[in-house]
């Protein structure tokens, strides 16, 4: 395959996708970027995670030479220093988090604020998540309080329904095999927080490669120039993809990008 002259940047999604089952960074994948880079094709890193999480994965040389889109384009970072934040509503994400609360059985609420997670979940839950980083623990009154780029919902058994109604005034995002609710501003996405970063670098999406494996990966996918599917994608990602490659596991994405710059 040979390198388009019109691909100017490759979006990449991180869990399931760049990295591998045990969350890590292949040096055949860390090879693959600085191959990019080297290149001049611009390299976004897209991802539902907060910075502080993108950056315990990643070189320190590609680190500052990467554009970011976290929380799956609520906070979006470029490599010339800019920063942009899209929050929830305040009376919405008051709304949001009472109506949880009080409707859905054993739900966790946590609430993502520029690169800092707070939540209700009890520290023993908290120490069996094994978080990178641990949250700030606090009351649901104090919860409300907290501007939010990013609500999510965890461990509930029932009641998706409750949380589901708020599809319409939200960017919904259902992901981990149904096991967790990520809801940010009405209009945010990873589509929309890659879009953000062309324009700054003058560039047209249909002149970017995306990848990725999950729901949150769907809308850029329908935005960008050349989808990609991991093998180990869910079904509705793969029927949205122009490429299917290998899985995170057998460095999917270096094969497709080794192959665009042979």
């Known amino acids: ?3 388009k002259q019109d691909l100017k940047a490759v979006a990449l999604d991180l869990d399931g996708t760049l ?3 045990k969350k890590r960074l292949s040096s055949r994948s860390i090879a693959s970027l600085r191959a990019c880079l080297s290149r001049s094709i611009i390299v976004i890193i897209a991802t539902g995670r907060p910075p502080r999480s993108v950056r315990q994965f990643l070189p320190p040389d590609i680190l500052h030479r ?5 929380y799956n384009g609520a906070l979006t970072f470029d490599t010339l220093g800019h920063s942009h934040s ?3 509503p305040s009376s919405l994400s008051v709304r949001i988090l009472n109506d949880v609360r009080k409707n859905v059985n054993q739900a966790y609420l946590s609430v993502e604020s520029e690169d800092h997670l707070f939540t209700t979940m009890p520290p023993e839950i908290i120490h069996s998540q094994r978080f990178l980083f641990t949250p700030s623990t606090m009351s649901f009154q104090e919860l409300v309080k907290i501007p939010a ?7 509930f058994t029932t009641g998706l329904p409750v949380i589901e109604k708020y599809r319409k005034e939200t960017s919904f995002v259902v ?3 149904g096991s967790l609710v990520q809801m940010m501003r009405k209009g945010v996405s990873k589509a929309s927080g890659v879009d953000r970063i062309c324009r700054m670098k003058k560039i047209s999406m249909s002149e970017v490669m995306a990848f990725g494996d999950d729901t949150n ?3 850029l996918f329908h935005t960008c120039g050349v989808p990609v599917a991991m093998d180990n994608a869910i079904e ?3 029927q949205s993809a122009s490429l299917i490659t290998r899985s995170n596991d057998e460095d999917g994405v270096a094969v497709i990008l080794e192959q665009l710059l042979h």
Do not use: Y
């Open 19 to 21: 990295l591998n089952s």
């Open 217 to 219: 990966d769907l809308a």
């Open 86 to 88: 899209e929050w929830i």
């Open 175 to 177: 992901t981990d095999g």
């Open 149 to 155: 780029n990013k609500i999510l919902v965890s461990h």
């Open 66 to 70: 990467v554009e970011l889109v976290c």
């Open 1 to 3: 395959m040979e390198l």
């Open 236 to 238: 509705r990602v793969k």
